[in-house]
């Protein structure tokens, strides 16, 4: 075999390897009965620790571990609203660019499969060019991006209507619901409806020893440090929250 049919061949087994993974730890999961670790994110969609915790945690671990997993995202914070005779008026802690952008993630939420609207989110929080684009234009990328190219004219017109003004509300209920304890700050992390400080540093860590099922091939080796004692309590705080987006 030359090098060029060896490298396409290697490539053709990752390829197969990233799609079969997933299904496979699915299967796993439903043979033994075990829940997916529910991970609940509350964040903005332009606050620099919401967008750091995303590319760096979110983002990685999803890929690795999403068979195992159940991401719910709630784009709202510390966003302030007025109501109107139609709609409302929000007022955004970054910018007015953050309410249309958890609008797009709202509104993604309700027009795409589950599946879609994480990685659409994941991508957009992900977005590092230098100045930002426009949220829109970010949104429009990461559509086609994750497959949802046809979705995305349904989104934007959510995201530019009534329709994104009732679902920004709707996330804004949410996040004023939550309690003991209240947020203090964003990213606001529950893993199974409890709040986690340790998931903002090590979400991968904290996703394999939650789950009860079969671990996946990634997780002995954490598993291992836990047993011998050498993982963080959950009661430590975030090292970075000097980053984290509070209440002001």
């Not at 796993?28 to 009965?33: Q, V, Y």
């Amino acid at each position: 075999m030359d090098t060029k049919s060896a490298a396409q061949t290697l490539m053709v087994l990752m390829l197969s390897a990233s799609i079969v993974w997933p299904v496979m730890t699915y299967i796993i999961a439903k043979m033994t009965g075990a829940e997916p670790v529910k991970v609940s994110l509350y964040d903005e969609t332009y606050c620099p620790a919401c967008r750091q915790f995303v590319k760096e945690q979110l983002g990685p671990t999803w890929k690795e571990l999403n068979g195992i997993m159940a991401v719910d995202i709630v784009a709202y914070g510390w966003a302030e609203e007025t109501p109107l005779e139609t709609g409302y008026n929000f007022t955004c802690q970054h910018g007015p660019d953050e309410c249309t952008g958890n609008m797009i993630l709202e509104c993604a939420k309700a027009h795409v499969s589950h599946r879609h609207f994480v990685k659409l989110a994941i991508c957009f929080m992900s977005e590092d060019s230098n100045p930002l684009p426009s949220p829109l234009v970010v949104g429009r990328k990461c559509a086609q991006r994750v497959g949802a190219k046809n979705n995305w004219s349904a989104i934007k017109t959510c995201a530019t209507s009534v329709e994104g003004l009732e679902l920004l509300h709707e996330a804004g209920v949410k996040f004023h619901s939550l309690k003991d304890p209240e947020p203090t700050w964003v990213p606001w992390i529950l893993i199974n409806g409890k709040q986690s400080d340790k998931a903002e540093e090590d979400l991968k860590s904290v996703i394999c020893s939650t789950y009860e099922g079969q671990p996946p091939a990634v997780c002995p080796s954490i598993k291992a440090q836990e047993v011998q004692g050498d993982s963080p309590s959950d009661s430590e705080t975030p090292s970075d929250s000097n980053n984290q987006s509070s209440v002001v």
